[in-house]
């Protein structure tokens, strides 16, 4: 099985040097070509060991030592020690014993190196072994409110090109990250908050202010009307010899939502009317809802009045897409 980034949090209330030991240890029996492993003990005032291969003068250090223990890490290498560079090669325990400003209590795991299912197998012995701190309080997080500009873009006609008999999976992910990497690149000049892929779409976010409002209204609308150029180019590559969907949609959107820690993602009505919108509009098209300001005067547009659940009649700007749109 392939090694993976795993990173594991543990509310374990009460952790001496010696059961942390054990658990390295445990780690060690379980990925065995982890054989070397090197503790750090940090207090309140210093750091009482740096690197420490031997476990007895860990020991005999801490016993020697009256300063409260901030944090007890260790590192594991599959060579000889931290000097050999090879980051492929690197796993860390750490646990702290007390609340430390927003940093939590408890035992932390990382690695980019290691198997899930090897992983398991140590962690059965966390599980089954230590306490944890039940915490049966529903969390909430109800968002900090902020500014947004909402481009919502997507592929037309993309579930029914998929279901041609011809088109396989590989096939469907060549087109997907060329019409994802388009994306990225038309957005980079004033890049969003935020970019979501969902599945043949994108979403993108982008928090305003009075400073920027302009700057972002002009970038996202002309991103968006190059769309149209961008995905020619890649349906006519010749990787894509069983063609693509003709047409690409794309709605905008601006106003008040609320940004959400957990995820990194936004909520709220502009998005929602953005992705609307963009499910309304006609392939050689672009529809912008009426509230987004500083529009430049300079780009043709025209009065419109859409349809779209649930919101009924809409009234927009329509943009065409068509070279000679200017």
Not at 224 to 241: C, E, P
Not at 255 to 264: D, I, R
């Amino acid at each position: 099985m392939q090694p993976t980034i795993i990173k594991r949090h543990y509310p374990i209330t009460t952790l001496e040097f010696r059961d942390f030991w054990d658990i390295c240890s445990r780690f060690q029996r379980v990925h065995p070509n982890f054989n070397s492993v090197h503790y750090t003990v940090e207090g309140h005032q210093s750091i009482i060991l740096l690197e420490e291969p031997n476990v007895s003068n860990v020991l005999k250090r801490l016993k020697q030592n009256k300063e409260e223990v901030l944090k007890y890490s260790a590192r594991f290498y599959s060579n000889r020690g931290p000097r050999v560079s090879d980051a492929s090669t690197f796993a860390e325990l750490q646990y702290r014993p007390a609340v430390q400003g927003r940093k939590e209590t408890g035992l932390t795991f990382y690695s980019d190196c290691v198997s899930k299912a090897t992983y398991y197998q140590f962690e059965e012995e966390i599980y089954s072994n230590y306490p944890f701190t039940d915490d049966e309080e529903v969390q909430v997080e109800f968002g900090k409110p902020c500014e947004v500009l909402a481009l919502v873009i997507d592929i037309r006609g993309f579930s029914v090109f998929c279901e041609k008999p011809e088109i396989e999976s590989p096939y469907t992910c060549g087109l997907m990250s060329a019409f994802y990497n388009m994306v990225n690149h038309t957005l980079q000049r004033y890049p969003p908050e935020m970019t979501k892929f969902l599945g043949d779409g994108v979403l993108a976010i982008w928090e305003t202010s009075a400073k920027d409002r302009e700057i972002v209204v002009h970038e996202a609308l002309k991103a968006a009307l190059s769309l149209r150029q961008g995905w020619s180019m890649v349906k006519n590559s010749a990787h894509f010899t069983h063609g693509a969907p003709q047409d690409i949609g794309a709605g905008i959107c601006f106003g008040l939502a609320s940004h959400l820690e957990v995820g990194n993602d936004y909520i709220g009505r502009p998005i929602n009317i953005a992705s609307r919108l963009c499910g309304a509009c006609p392939g050689d098209r672009i529809y912008v809802d009426r509230a987004v300001p500083n529009l430049p005067l300079e780009i043709k547009k025209q009065e419109y009045l859409a349809h779209i659940k649930p919101y009924g009649r809409h009234n927009v700007w329509a943009y065409s897409t068509k070279p000679n749109r200017a």
